[in-house]
């Protein structure tokens, strides 16, 4: 890595990976006018305000100083003319017009350059002095001339004119006209007294006047500086609230109040030239998606106050652990989107600018590792938490920030799904998939409506006499191209993207058409199960709506098992107990899908109102050799009898296996021994049956 020059990375807009500070401008902090002289005077060692004083006044003083310049050309050439016309042939009116004349053509001509106003106080300062050597030489030939230059008061006013000049035109900062008009005074005098002609008399008395002149100029001069500055206080002060407003409202938009650090927005806008540098340089760039754990837990236990701390606390380190050109911005997503909230897990990225290598990457998603994994105190207690890290590269993995987003994101997910507290680098494979299912999503919003799905029935059977006792509906896929799709494949996809519900509407009705279709053919009528999705305990309407339907179909309410599964009823006990007991109070049949597999405590499950408990598959797989899983298929057995539940065991495959569970008391089975998940037509044939001979009885009973 090389260093890279925040400011190239950054816009002057916005300070880097901070936001700027709330008193920017607190350096001119403004105050009440009592105290202003006191200020004004201080405001002097205040360059910068002392800029913006003159440049807020320069550009007034700048045309006033043209017109009056273009004013002086025109008086004097007009002075000429009329002297011209009255005494023809005096010399010294021509010495005004080829002296005074180019000095007032050159000042105009500065005042046009369009850099002039940079140093407009000390140029019109010199200016004004050298008018007046001007006039004091032009004076002095006139006298020497046999006229009257010095000697008159016509040339004494010259003067006082001009130290009002200098005081008018220079108005803007006091100091320049003050330097200018004591140049002007000490030039006067000296010709004054210097100046062989004059009698000491008359020189004291001129002497008198022009110093008056100066103090009375300099008085009016200072107290309009005074003035301006008065006015000049109290329009910065509002200019100042205005952009400190400004600035507020930037840093609301483009920073996280909580860190302080930019927003994803400001990311992207601080991202897109390092990127179009690195593309041009051939550098590259990491984008690290820094997904910290637990902090969620933090907020709920300790509140959101300690959350924040403990977020600004982790910017901080974070931020601790990058160079000066690398941008960390944090996301937090709670912020972003109200339904992602309840993850309550907070990001961070990070742009890592001009790798030379991606095993540089590495070294800083591990420092970052390192340092969140710092303990952190909460409260009074010290807690540790975890960070993952996805890692993805320009150019390689994507082409802009979207992209290198997304990417990193799914790179961090891949860490946090590994246990966290590791950094995984973006894999396109993985990509690959990503986009796989992307494609299989939108087909299986289109299957829905399409008529591509089915249901396959699976016996349940009394295993000591093969005698179907109900059947479970399985959902199947009837793909166009890729043939029949296992639910393992799309139900876990439909229940990411929300299509779980219209899946689970269509598999009802399904199973219900088939429930009057069996019905109507006189065919024995056997409980169907259908397997229901965590979501739908969450739906308050469930029982209603099945209610609804098992009526629209003429069907009593027993017809129908509903497969719930341990870990989705015991994700929220308080309701759910609530909503199945509805449900069952309905006549519903209530089945505990792939018991042993969740956590559910014991006594939670005497609180399920449940009719039936089915044994995980991967307990009855080992069953039958002895051992563990024997015992705990045993103990599962006794368990739901003492509790009055129908036991059903699943993925029965072997003789052995449906011996072993027949002499531990459970006889319903379910499995390929009797059957695979039949089509309709076949499972029809089964019902007509009534049992299902398996190659070799297994009934011992
Ligand atoms: P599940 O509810 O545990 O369904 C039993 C699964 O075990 C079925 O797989 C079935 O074909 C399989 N099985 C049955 N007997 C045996 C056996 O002896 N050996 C083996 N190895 N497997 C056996 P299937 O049909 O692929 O379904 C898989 C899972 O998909 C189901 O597990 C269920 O969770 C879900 N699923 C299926 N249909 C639906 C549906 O309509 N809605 C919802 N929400 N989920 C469904
Ligand atoms: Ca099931
Ligand atoms: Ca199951």
């Given at each position: 890595?090389?260093?890279?020059?925040?400011?190239?990375?950054?816009?002057?807009?916005?300070?880097?990976?901070?936001?700027?500070?709330?008193?920017?401008?607190?350096?001119?902090?403004?105050?009440?006018?009592?105290?202003?002289?006191?200020?004004?005077?201080?405001?002097?060692s205040d360059?910068?305000?002392?800029?913006?004083?003159?440049?807020?006044?320069?550009?007034?003083?700048?045309?006033?100083?043209?017109?009056?310049?273009?004013?002086?050309?025109?008086?004097?050439?007009?002075?000429?003319?009329?002297?011209?016309?009255?005494?023809?042939?005096?010399?010294?009116?021509?010495?005004?017009?080829?002296?005074?004349?180019?000095?007032?053509?050159?000042?105009?001509?500065?005042?046009?350059?369009?850099?002039?106003?940079?140093?407009?106080?000390?140029v019109?300062?010199s200016?004004?002095?050298?008018?007046?050597?001007?006039?004091?030489?032009?004076?002095?030939?006139?006298?020497?001339?046999?006229?009257?230059?010095l000697?008159?008061?016509?040339?004494?006013?010259?003067f006082?004119?001009?130290?009002?000049?200098?005081?008018?035109?220079?108005?803007?900062?006091?100091?320049?006209?003050?330097?200018s008009?004591?140049?002007?005074?000490?030039?006067?005098?000296?010709?004054?007294?210097?100046y062989?002609?004059?009698?000491?008399?008359?020189?004291?008395?001129?002497?008198?006047?022009?110093?008056?002149?100066?103090?009375?100029?300099?008085?009016?001069?200072?107290?309009?500086?005074?003035?301006?500055?008065?006015?000049?206080?109290?329009?910065?002060?509002?200019?100042?609230?205005?952009?400190?407003?400004?600035?507020?409202?930037?840093?609301?938009?483009?920073?996280?109040?909580?860190?302080?650090l930019?927003?994803?927005?400001?990311?992207?806008?601080?991202?897109?030239?390092?990127?179009?540098?690195?593309?041009?340089?051939?550098?590259?760039?990491?984008?690290?998606?820094?997904?910290i754990?637990?902090?969620?837990?933090?907020?709920?236990?300790?509140?959101?106050?300690?959350?924040?701390?403990?977020?600004?606390?982790?910017a901080?380190?974070l931020?601790?652990?990058?160079?000066?050109?690398?941008?960390?911005?944090?996301?937090?997503?709670?912020?972003?989107?109200?339904?992602?909230?309840?993850?309550?897990?907070?990001?961070?990225s990070?742009?890592?600018?001009?790798?030379?290598?991606?095993?540089?990457?590495?070294?800083?998603?591990?420092?970052?590792?390192?340092?969140?994994?710092?303990?952190?105190?909460?409260?009074?207690q010290?807690?540790?938490?975890?960070?993952?890290?996805?890692?993805?590269?320009?150019?390689g993995d994507?082409?802009?920030?979207?992209?290198?987003?997304?990417?990193?994101?799914?790179?961090?997910?891949?860490?946090?799904?590994?246990?966290?507290?590791?950094?995984?680098?973006?894999?396109?494979?993985?990509?690959?998939?990503?986009?796989?299912?992307?494609?299989?999503e939108?087909?299986?919003?289109?299957?829905?409506?399409?008529?591509?799905?089915?249901?396959?029935?699976?016996?349940?059977?009394?295993?000591?006499?093969?005698?179907?006792?109900?059947?479970?509906?399985?959902?199947?896929?009837?793909?166009?191209?890729r043939?029949?799709?296992?639910?393992?494949?799309?139900?876990?996809?439909?229940?990411?993207s929300?299509?779980?519900?219209?899946?689970?509407?269509?598999?009802?009705?399904?199973?219900?058409?088939?429930?009057?279709?069996?019905?109507?053919?006189?065919?024995?009528?056997?409980?169907?199960?259908?397997?229901?999705?965590?979501s739908?305990?969450?739906?308050?309407?469930?029982?209603?709506?099945?209610?609804?339907?098992?009526?629209?179909?003429?069907?009593?309410?027993?017809?129908?098992?509903?497969?719930?599964?341990?870990?989705?009823?015991?994700?929220?006990?308080?309701?759910?107990?609530?909503?199945?007991?509805?449900?069952?109070?309905?006549?519903?049949?209530?089945?505990?899908?792939?018991?042993?597999t969740?956590?559910?405590?014991?006594?939670?499950?005497?609180?399920?109102?449940?009719?039936?408990?089915?044994i995980?598959?991967?307990?009855?797989t080992d069953?039958?050799?002895?051992?563990?899983?024997?015992?705990?298929?045993?103990?599962?057995?006794?368990?739901?009898?003492?509790?009055?539940?129908?036991?059903?065991?699943?993925?029965?495959?072997?003789?052995?296996?449906?011996?072993?569970?027949?002499?531990?008391?459970?006889?319903?089975?379910?499995?390929?021994?009797?059957?695979?998940?039949?089509?309709?037509?076949?499972?029809?044939?089964?019902?007509?049956?009534?049992?299902?001979?398996?190659?070799?009885?297994?009934?011992?009973?």
């Amino acid at each position: 890595m090389t260093g890279v020059a925040p400011a190239a990375v950054a816009s002057d807009a916005y300070p880097l990976m901070r936001a700027p500070e709330a008193k920017t401008l607190g350096a001119h902090d403004t105050g009440a006018a009592a105290t202003l002289p006191l200020r004004l005077r201080l405001r002097f060692s205040d360059v910068a305000y002392e800029l913006r004083f003159v440049k807020h006044y320069v550009d007034f003083y700048f045309r006033y100083a043209q017109v009056s310049l273009i004013l002086g050309v025109l008086l004097i050439a007009g002075d000429y003319l009329v002297d011209r016309i009255a005494h023809t042939g005096v010399p010294a009116n021509l010495l005004r017009l080829t002296m005074a004349m180019p000095v007032l053509l050159v000042g105009l001509g500065y005042s046009l350059l369009p850099k002039a106003r940079g140093h407009w106080q000390p140029v019109m300062a010199s200016f004004i002095a050298t008018v007046a050597l001007c006039l004091i030489g032009i004076l002095v030939r006139i006298d020497n001339e046999g006229g009257t230059g010095l000697k008159s008061w016509v040339g004494i006013l010259n003067f006082t004119f001009l130290e009002f000049y200098c005081f008018v035109i220079l108005g803007v900062q006091f100091r320049y006209a003050l330097a200018s008009g004591l140049v002007i005074m000490a030039a006067f005098l000296y010709a004054l007294w210097g100046y062989a002609g004059l009698p000491t008399q008359q020189a004291g008395y001129w002497s008198y006047h022009v110093v008056t002149a100066f103090i009375l100029a300099a008085g009016i001069g200072w107290w309009r500086e005074f003035l301006l500055r008065k006015e000049f206080v109290a329009r910065a002060a509002l200019d100042d609230s205005r952009v400190a407003a400004e600035q507020r409202a930037l840093r609301l938009a483009h920073y996280d109040e909580v860190t302080g650090l930019p927003n994803r927005r400001l990311l992207a806008d601080l991202a897109a030239p390092a990127l179009e540098r690195s593309r041009r340089s051939g550098a590259r760039c990491a984008m690290l998606h820094v997904e910290i754990g637990r902090l969620s837990g933090i907020n709920d236990v300790y509140g959101r106050g300690q959350g924040d701390m403990v977020l600004a606390g982790i910017a901080q380190r974070l931020r601790s652990c990058i160079r000066g050109g690398d941008l960390a911005v944090v996301n937090p997503l709670a912020q972003e989107l109200g339904v992602v909230a309840r993850f309550g897990d907070s990001a961070f990225s990070i742009l890592i600018t001009d790798l030379d290598d991606q095993a540089r990457a590495s070294v800083v998603a591990q420092r970052l590792l390192e340092a969140v994994a710092q303990p952190i105190t909460v409260g009074s207690q010290a807690m540790v938490l975890s960070a993952s890290i996805g890692i993805a590269m320009f150019p390689g993995d994507a082409q802009d920030m979207v992209g290198l987003t997304r990417c990193a994101e799914q790179a961090a997910r891949v860490a946090v799904d590994a246990g966290g507290a590791q950094h995984s680098f973006f894999d396109m494979a993985l990509n690959a998939r990503a986009k796989d299912r992307v494609v299989l999503e939108t087909e299986l919003r289109h299957a829905i409506q399409a008529g591509q799905l089915c249901l396959h029935y699976q016996p349940k059977v009394d295993a000591r006499n093969g005698r179907l006792v109900g059947a479970e509906a399985l959902v199947r896929w009837q793909h166009p191209e890729r043939g029949l799709i296992p639910p393992g494949h799309f139900i876990p996809l439909a229940e990411e993207s929300g299509l779980i519900t219209p899946l689970t509407d269509w598999v009802l009705h399904a199973a219900c058409k088939s429930l009057r279709r069996w019905s109507d053919l006189g065919l024995p009528t056997l409980p169907l199960s259908v397997n229901l999705p965590a979501s739908s305990l969450a739906d308050a309407q469930l029982p209603q709506q099945l209610e609804g339907l098992v009526r629209h179909y003429h069907l009593h309410t027993s017809c129908l098992m509903l497969e719930l599964t341990e870990t989705m009823v015991m994700r929220d006990v308080a309701t759910t107990v609530g909503v199945l007991d509805t449900l069952r109070a309905l006549g519903f049949g209530l089945s505990l899908d792939d018991f042993g597999t969740g956590y559910s405590s014991l006594s939670h499950l005497k609180r399920l109102p449940m009719n039936e408990l089915k044994i995980d598959r991967a307990f009855i797989t080992d069953a039958a050799r002895g051992g563990r899983d024997a015992a705990l298929a045993a103990a599962i057995i006794t368990l739901g009898g003492e509790l009055g539940l129908q036991v059903v065991a699943e993925g029965v495959e072997t003789k052995e296996q449906s011996a072993f569970l027949i002499g531990r008391g459970c006889a319903l089975q379910q499995g390929y021994l009797f059957s695979k998940p039949v089509p309709q037509a076949a499972f029809e044939q089964m019902l007509k049956a009534g049992a299902i001979r398996t190659a070799d009885a297994v009934a011992t009973a």
